[in-house]
Each structure stands twice: as C-alpha cells, then as structure tokens.
C-alpha cells in the first residue's frame, strides 16, 4: 500500500469511528453519550491533524463553530 492510499485509510477510518459513536451516543445514558460524543470530537481532531500532517485539504476545521 502507498502513501496516499494508506493516509486515505486512516482518514476513513477516523471518520467512520467518529460518526459510529456519534450516532451510537444518542440511544445512551447521558453519561456516557457524553463520553462518546466527547470521544468522536477527539477522534476528529486527530483526524484534522493527520489530513494537515499528511498533506491532504481537510474538509472542515475541527474548531469551526
């Protein structure tokens, strides 16, 4: 796998798990869909920093509200 196609998999694969605990979040306690909604905002900063670190426009600022 190369470069790019390997910083592609990553990417998706931040954004998958972000949204799957963002959805997820909202059938639980507030508690923890607290947890997880906090948990997916650290997975897409992470994500913003691998897309900047690699190379790739990200599609929107992690800070941008």
Do not use: F
Not at 16 to 22: G, K, T
């Amino acid at each position: 796998m190369n470069r790019t196609a390997s910083a592609t998999a990553s990417t998706n694969a931040l954004r998958s798990r972000a949204e799957s605990l963002r959805s997820r979040s909202s059938s639980l306690n507030p508690v923890l869909a607290s947890t997880y909604q906090r948990r997916a905002c650290e997975l897409e900063l992470e994500l913003w920093v691998h897309e900047v670190r690699c190379g790739i426009r990200p599609i929107d600022p992690p800070l941008a509200a």
